[in-house]
């Protein structure tokens, strides 16, 4: 139950295209879902976040959609562009200790 | 604002060895986090420190891993002995209160061999 799982484990995406990377959880007590971006060498870093009382939250080229009945949650890269390739991490949280429970990361290529 | 700093960027040790990691986290942050990083997956907590006292370590296996943060502020994380598969990415990160993001370290690559 304390689980995040992550979907694609890699992906390819043409240069403008959509990049499109989903994550499900089932405990219902998770209260903050970010985003996470890593480039090679760098520790992983915070992208975006979304809390469960919102649906949809946009920063600039990049959207969260969540889906509370669902239980799932997806990153949206719009226009991807070849900067943007580097690995991929949603994660959850819930409580004040706020430890974050990881999905397995996602590889994003964007083909020039 | 200065980033968190951790050191090496990278060790190699043969198993059976020791091996020490430190970090510097923000200035202000109270709460400091250690993770691992396995190739192709993603973080692992191993240990969490408000100021200068464990809030949680459920997942350091204590047999051979032990961390300190003294005085609150710097932190240190050492492997005795080493196993191979404790070869990884060792991250630190920092954060000012709870619930709230926090910011990572480039993190120290472990390879035993």
Redesign the interface.
């Known amino acids: 139950q304390q689980q995040v799982k992550?979907s694609p484990q890699s992906l390819i995406v043409q240069k403008g295209g959509i990049s499109i990377i989903n994550c499900a959880y089932e405990n219902t007590a998770f209260d903050?879902f970010?985003w996470y971006q890593q480039f090679p060498?760098?520790?992983?870093?915070?992208l975006i976040?979304i809390r469960p009382d919102v649906s949809e939250k946009k920063e600039g080229r990049f959207t969260i959609s969540f889906n509370k009945s669902a239980k799932q949650f997806s990153l949206h890269i719009m226009d991807s562009q070849p900067g943007d390739s580097a690995t991929y991490?949603c994660?959850a949280s819930k409580g004040?200790?706020?430890?974050?429970i990881?999905?397995?990361?996602t590889k994003l290529i964007i083909k020039p | 604002e200065a980033g968190?700093a951790q050191s090496p960027r990278y060790k190699i040790i043969e198993k059976r060895q020791s091996v020490a990691f430190w970090c510097n986290p923000i200035s202000g942050h109270a709460?400091l986090y250690w993770y691992q990083q396995i190739l192709?997956?993603?973080?692992?907590?191993l240990i969490?420190f408000q100021n200068n006292g464990v809030?949680?370590d459920s997942q350091l296996p204590k047999d051979r891993f032990s961390a300190e943060r003294l005085k609150g502020v710097d932190s240190t994380l050492k492997i005795q002995p080493a196993k191979l598969e404790d070869s990884a990415v060792y991250?630190c990160?920092s954060?000012p209160v709870?619930?709230?993001?926090?910011?990572?370290?480039?993190?120290t690559r472990l390879t035993v061999v």
Do not use: C
């Open positions: 992550q903050y970010p060498g760098k520790g992983p870093a915070l976040a991490f994660a004040s200790n706020y430890q974050l990881w999905g397995a990361g | 968190v709460t192709g997956q993603g973080p692992k907590l969490q809030v949680d991250l990160a954060s709870a619930n709230y993001g926090y910011t990572f370290g480039s993190g």
